[in-house]
Nanobody, 117 residues
């Protein structure tokens, strides 16, 4: 069955970097669009970055553009989110999502990112 497992979150100082990983199983990321979302306490879940099924098109929410990079490794069946120049407002639980599928697609369990000022 489809499964998404995120890792790589943690506590980092402002200005630091983290790389999140989303290991997929039950399908191939090489032929699927993939998303990273985040949700901060008391806020709605927001789309942070996307990569198209071809891998040639990416999207970033304006607040992370130039600091975050979404990528994938087809051989490892993994999607990454490289996060640089982190700010306290990036603190959130980050989720990986495959948007295609029943009932709005598939979600991972999330990984917590905390940026200390």
């Amino acid at each position: 069955q489809v499964q998404l497992v995120e890792s790589g979150g943690g506590l980092v100082q402002s200005g630091g970097s983290l790389r999140l990983s989303c290991v997929a199983s039950g399908f191939s990321v090489s032929v699927n669009a993939m998303n990273w979302y985040r949700q901060a306490p008391g806020k709605e879940r927001e789309l942070v970055a996307s990569i198209s099924s071809s891998g040639s098109i990416t999207y970033y929410t304006p607040s992370v553009k130039g600091r975050f990079t979404i990528s994938r490794d087809n051989a490892e069946n993994t999607v990454y989110l490289q996060m640089n120049s982190l700010k306290p407002e990036d603190t959130a639980t980050y989720y990986c999502r495959r948007p295609s599928g029943p009932r709005g697609g598939y979600w991972g369990q999330g990984t917590q990112v905390t940026v200390a000022s």
